[in-house]
Each structure stands twice: as C-alpha cells, then as structure tokens.
C-alpha cells in the first residue's frame, strides 16, 4: 500500500497520527538542540580586544570541560569549608579584576546553557602589588605565582563528593540567586547537576595523586603539568613522581629559536611554541576539538599575540650605574648561559644540579604516546621530543623581576638569594602573596599578611628542593647587589 492509496478513514487517521508524531519528535529535538547545543558568541568586548580576548576567551573548552554557570556559581557558597580560606574562589589566588563577574582564565559561554571553563590566562597571568595598600597590577602572561590549583581541583571533587552536592540542594541555592525558566529549572534538576557530579568524579581518579599522602601540597603558583598530562592525556596509572614546577611566562615566544637547538618547557620537552600550545590547549579542552579549524584558528592568535608581546618593565626606579656595573659582572658569570648559543637549550641537570625531580615526572615513552593521541585527532605538529630527559632549559631572563619565586620549581624566594650558596638560601617561605619587595627582588615571603595570604615552601620536602645553580654566590655583597640591579633591566 502506498501513501496514495490510503484511503480509508482508518489510514488517514494512522498517517495524520504519524505526522503529528513527527512534527512534535522536531519540535522536540529543535528545542533540545536549543537547550544544550545552540552556540552563542561571547560578546565584542571580549572577542574584539586581544588583551580581553586572552584573559576570557573562550577557545573552546566549554564544549567537554564547561561546568553550567549556576552551578560553578552556587559551589563556593554552598561549600565555603572545601575552600583554602575566606572569600569565595578569591582564596585560590585567581586573578580577579574589580568589577569582573569572573577571574581571569575563566570563561563563560552559552553552548545551550550559559557553561564556565578555563583558558591559558588562568595560569599565565601575573601580579603584584607594589604596598600592601595598593590595588594589584595584573599583567597578562606573567607566571600566575598566586593561584592555588591543586586547591582548585580538589574543590571541584571534594564539592562532588558530598552528599549535599544533589539537585534539592543545588537548586535551593540556585533560585535564590538568579530566576530560571521552569524549563531550565528542570533541565538543571535532572540533567546537568547529575552529569555535573558524575563527571566530576569520574576525574577523582585521574586526580588521585592530589591526595597522595606522601606528597606535599604543590602551594601557591605551581602546576604538576607533566604528570597532568600524563594521567589524563595518555591516562597513565599514578606512579611514584611528583614534579610541580612553577607557571613560566609566554611573552616574546619568538626567542625560542627551535632550528638552533632550543626547546620549549622547562625541562626541553617540547619541540616548539606551536606545540606547546596545541598541547595546552587540549588539556584545557579535556577532549578532541568538535571543530578543528576553529581550535587551530585559536591557536595561530595566540602565538601571534604571544609573539608580539614584550616583558613587562620593572615598575620601580632602578639605579642606572649600579645596572650598568652589574652589567659586567652578568657577561663574565651568566652570560654563558643566559646570552648565548646555550640560551633556550637544556643545561645537564649534574651541571646545573637544580632538583631531579621534574625531570623524572615525565620520560620517552609518555612523549610518544602524547604524540601518538594529537596525531589521531588529525592535527599536525612537531610535538613532545621522544627521547630522555637530561636536564632544565637554561632560562631566558627578560622579565624575570616578576617571575619570582626562582628555579623551575619556585624553590628560592627571590634574586638576591639566588645568589647565595644553597646553605644560605632560605630553608622555607611562604609563596603566592603579591606585594613587591624591590629590595631583593621577589615577592615579600615574610610577615604577618604574606604568611596569611601564602602557602609554606619547604625546601627540605619533595619537589621543593632549592638545591644547585650556585652561580654568582662567591661575589661580594656590593657585586651581587650591581648584578641584581642589572637583572632588574631585562
Ligand atoms: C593549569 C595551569 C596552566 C594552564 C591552564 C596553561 N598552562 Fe601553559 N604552562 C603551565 C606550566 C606549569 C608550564 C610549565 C610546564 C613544565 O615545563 O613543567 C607551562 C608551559 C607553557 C609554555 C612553555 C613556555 C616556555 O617558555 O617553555 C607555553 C608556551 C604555554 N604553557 C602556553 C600555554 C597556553 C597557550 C595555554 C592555553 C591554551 C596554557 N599554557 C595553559 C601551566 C598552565
Ligand atoms: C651553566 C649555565 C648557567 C650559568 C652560568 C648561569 N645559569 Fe642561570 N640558569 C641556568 C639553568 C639551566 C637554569 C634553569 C634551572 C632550573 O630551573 O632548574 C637557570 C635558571 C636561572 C634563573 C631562574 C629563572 C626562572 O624563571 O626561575 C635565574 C634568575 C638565573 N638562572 C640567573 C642566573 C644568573 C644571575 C647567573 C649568573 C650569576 C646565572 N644564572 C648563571 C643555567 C645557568
């Protein structure tokens, strides 16, 4: 029997009934592509100004890693005890500009429903404070050295975790602080706060070694990159290594020279600029782009804004004969490896004999299964370097006066006691408080506010070693201060 041929009341009532069941499976499935897919562009103001743009724009990660707004909103207020300290995510040492709804390095972003993720800016913007009255200077693509993130990620679970985290609750908390649609009220009960929780504890695992007892706690401005990396790219078993290292800065990228030998990240695991941030960012996205062209395009902006950009001046007086004297003591004792055909490549680690255990975070075989994962999405790129690690990347020094605290893993407060020997370099300080202490060339790490502010640095525990680069440590006190205001210039 064909459509034509029906004829009968009993048929055109069973094609109209099919009809009408069509119609209201579209109209069902328009408005669920509305409600959980329809994308709406951030506005100008973010996207049209490559500051405001790197600071929170969205490059994607909102499709896999987003948490819906109302619920990253709620957390902090329904959870205050899982947080560092008083004051919202405030205690995790994000950077927040007055009058901005959200952090720096976090973005928001309607993908159905308005969705909360992060960017680079998270972790690769700066400040600092030059009095302890003073507002804080933010300064896009210096080391994030404030921001707790192994107290980050541990909010996120521990919040999953609690019986508490469940839709009566949440949504309690949520309509006391905005008025949904009933629709959206109903999609948050039973779809997106149950996925949110599931999701979030499907990471527990993948995060185990957050709560490895054993291990110290990262503190203030450090990330344990390569072995995040590890255990949620290649989704590797934790094992028995722990290498947090500070953020390091992306200015001026166009330095790293890769034809000359250079090599990007702090222990030379990566090949090039373009690879790093192709890494980066699929960290941040947690999945394989849904667009690829989009997420390259992404990645060109950034190298371009990341080529352009310039170290940040000192911004207190520096005396220009005392720089200049410290000049020649910089080409006679550093310029050997901050000035030269060394610069940018990697120095052995018995050489330099900084701490091990970053190197050991990460190894051969775990590059070439990283490279193996971004070459079945389809994206090019030279990628992690696939042999042994030897040692740390002798560091560029432009901009270093805000890269404080010093060495890859942040374990000697300022420059001025990088230049003494390891013996009398401080034993412990306290990390991620802001105010500026011109005097010797770091962060303030003592007293009553940096000790409230900061998290504790303990040389003598794992992966805080403030051990070797004990170059410049036999000068005199009146050279070591012309060197440091020399450094001050850069
Ligand atoms: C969670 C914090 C975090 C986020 C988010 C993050 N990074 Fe990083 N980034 C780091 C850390 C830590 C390192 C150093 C890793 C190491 O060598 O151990 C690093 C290294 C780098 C480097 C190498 C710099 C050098 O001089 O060798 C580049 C470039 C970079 N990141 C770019 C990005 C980009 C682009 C994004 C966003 C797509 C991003 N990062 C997101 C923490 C972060
Ligand atoms: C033999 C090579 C070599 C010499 C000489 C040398 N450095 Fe370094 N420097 C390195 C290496 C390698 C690193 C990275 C070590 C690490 O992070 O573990 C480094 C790191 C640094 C850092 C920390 C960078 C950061 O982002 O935390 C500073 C500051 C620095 N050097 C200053 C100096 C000064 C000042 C001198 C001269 C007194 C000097 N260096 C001499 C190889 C050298």
Redesign the pocket.
């Known amino acids: 029997m064909s459509l034509t041929d029906c004829r009968s009341r009993r048929c055109r009532r069973w094609i109209t009934a099919i009809c009408v069941l069509l119609m209201v499976a579209a109209a069902a499935g328009v408005w669920g592509w509305y409600q959980f897919f329809h994308e709406e562009p951030q506005p100008a103001w973010i996207t049209d100004n490559p500051e405001m743009r790197f600071k929170y724009g969205s490059i994607g990660a909102e499709h896999d890693a987003g948490i819906p707004y109302w619920i990253f909103y709620v957390l902090p207020r329904m959870f205050p005890e899982k947080l560092p300290g008083p004051g919202g995510l405030a205690a995790l040492g994000v950077a927040w500009e007055e009058g901005m709804e959200l952090p720096i390095g976090f973005t928001k972003k309607t993908i159905g429903f308005p969705r909360v993720a992060n960017t680079c800016a998270v972790c690769h913007t700066g400040s600092y404070r030059v009095a302890e009255d003073s507002n804080p200077v933010f300064v896009p693509l210096a080391p994030n050295h404030t921001l707790n993130l192994a107290a980050f990620f541990r909010f996120l679970i521990d919040c999953a975790k609690d019986p508490r985290f469940n839709p009566d609750n949440l949504m309690r908390e949520i309509n006391l602080v905005t008025d949904l649609s009933v629709s959206q009220r109903l999609i948050y009960r039973y779809v997106l706060i149950p996925i949110t929780r599931k999701r979030l504890l499907e990471r527990e695992s993948q995060f185990a070694w957050l709560y490895h007892p054993g291990f110290p706690d990262w503190g203030r401005g450090r990330d344990d990159a390569m072995n995040l990396t590890k255990y949620f790219m290649i989704e590797w078993p934790m094992d028995d290594s722990f290498g947090p290292t ?1 953020m390091p800065s992306l200015w001026n990228l166009g330095k790293y020279e890769p034809e000359r030998g250079m090599r990007m990240n ?1 222990a030379g695991d990566s090949h090039d600029a373009y690879s790093v941030l192709i890494d980066s960012a699929l960290g941040l996205l947690g999945a394989a782009p849904k667009d690829k062209d989009e997420f390259l395009g992404h990645i060109d902006w950034m190298l371009e804004y990341f080529t352009a950009r310039q170290a940040p001046p000192y911004p207190f007086a520096i005396d220009r004969p005392l720089a200049e004297r410290g000049r020649g003591l ?1 080409v006679a ?2 310029a ?3 000035e030269s055909a ?1 610069t940018g490549t990697v ?1 052995p680690v018995e ?2 004999g ?1 701490s091990r255990d970053r190197i050991d975070t990460w190894n051969e075989r775990a590059a070439r299964e990283a490279n193996e994962v971004v070459e079945a999405m389809g994206i090019r790129r030279k990628g992690l370097v696939e042999e042994p690690l030897r ?5 560029f ?1 432009d901009g ?1 006066w805000i ?1 404080a605290p ?3 893993n942040g374990s000697v407060p300022t ?1 001025r006691d ?2 003494e020997p390891v013996a009398s370099r401080p034993v412990t300080f306290r990390r991620g408080y802001n105010v500026y202490d011109p005097k010797k060339v770091g962060f303030v790490t003592d007293g009553a506010e940096a000790e409230r502010v900061g998290t504790l640095h303990d040389t003598r525990l794992r992966g805080g070693s403030n051990r ?2 004990e ?2 440590t036999a000068l005199s006190a009146a050279d070591k201060g012309a ?1 440091v205001e020399y ?1 001050k210039t850069l």
């Open positions: 500070d702090f910089f004792e550093c050997g490896c901050h060394r120095v050489e330099v900084t040692g740390y990347v002798a560091a020094l270093i890269k010093y060495l890859h420059l990088l230049l070797g680069h170059y410049g060197l450094l």
